[in-house]
């Protein structure tokens, strides 16, 4: 899509979601772009990430969360993240958990960050299928070590399937000391899609509303969920510019009209009628997040 030159109305959105990699140790099942081994960081240098947090602070943004992909494996992320601390922006990391550095510790216990992941029950075997990968008893262990530390820890058990052992996952979170627990389902976007076509009828209905997403190639959506329904790139043309402009404002405007004609999943917490809750990550009482 070409980059917008016409600004529809001026845009402050309370969050952004920098979306740094598709790389990852893992290969979920249900993951939202698809994310995995063989996945890359994208087109976006360091300086280009830098610009991005400089242009979302100067037009009022007050939280971004890194999300992937799994963050902990992009480079660039402690210093984007430092960056974005010392704008003064409030800071999510979105992690699988599986692997935290030393350093990574330090940097998630610092002032104005923290921290989200993914879990799905109680077992291992049930948690490693929807992973890919053994992956639960090191998720488990650094869930239980962020909260020993103090590290704020929001986690968002994922149905999968109607035998899943997702409730049992929750009790076993709630035994663990986590203040934030959500219960949401696999939405149909990338590999949970199964094969089927992006539809914006599956979309929340709020995307865009205060809030945008930057993908690893520059491109802006209205979220993490919309990334085939890119409105410019901040590569070639500033940040507000994008977020105010007439592409932006008719993706949105696709996005409300055809709310609720695809196949959402039957209890829709993201419906548009659900004005006290927050569908973005980051924020008490969001439970329409994008799932690692």
């Not at 939280?63 to 902990?72: A, D, I, L, R």
């Not at 914006?200 to 979220?223: F, I, K, Q, Y």
Request: hydrophobic share 30%; glycine share 12%.
């Amino acid at each position: 899509m070409e980059a917008p030159t016409t600004e529809a109305s001026p845009a402050s959105p309370r969050l952004l979601w920098l979306d740094l990699t598709r790389k990852c140790q893992l290969k979920c099942v249900h993951c939202y772009n698809a994310s995995g081994p063989d996945g890359t960081h994208g087109t976006m240098s360091r300086e280009n990430w830098i610009g991005v947090l400089d242009q979302a602070a100067e037009a009022g943004v007050r939280g971004v969360q890194f999300t992937g992909g799994e963050v902990t494996m992009h480079p660039d992320a402690p210093e984007l993240i430092s960056h974005a601390l010392n704008l003064g922006l409030k800071v999510e990391v979105f992690s699988n958990l599986v692997h935290v550095t030393a350093d990574w510790w330090d940097l998630l216990q610092r002032d104005g960050v923290t921290l989200a992941t993914s879990y799905y029950s109680d077992q291992d075997t049930e948690h490693n299928a929807m992973t890919g990968r053994p992956s639960h008893r090191r998720t488990r262990a650094n869930i239980e070590k962020a909260t020993r530390l103090g590290i704020p820890v929001r986690v968002g058990v994922i149905v999968g399937g109607e035998t899943q052992r997702a409730s049992e996952g929750r009790q076993e979170l709630e035994a663990l000391g986590v203040p934030h627990i959500r219960v949401d389902h696999v939405r149909p976007f990338g590999r949970g899609a199964e094969g089927q076509a992006p539809n914006v009828g599956n979309l929340c209905g709020r995307c865009g509303t205060d809030r945008a997403a930057v993908g690893p190639t520059g491109e802006v959506s209205p979220c993490v969920f919309s990334g085939w329904l890119g409105v410019g790139n901040v590569k070639d043309t500033p940040l507000a510019t994008i977020l105010g402009s007439r592409a932006m404002a008719a993706a949105n405007a696709s996005i409300r009209s055809r709310r609720g004609t695809g196949t959402p999943e039957k209890g829709d917490p993201c419906g548009p009628d659900d004005t006290d809750d927050e569908c973005s990550p980051g924020f008490p009482g969001s439970e329409c997040t994008p799932r690692n």
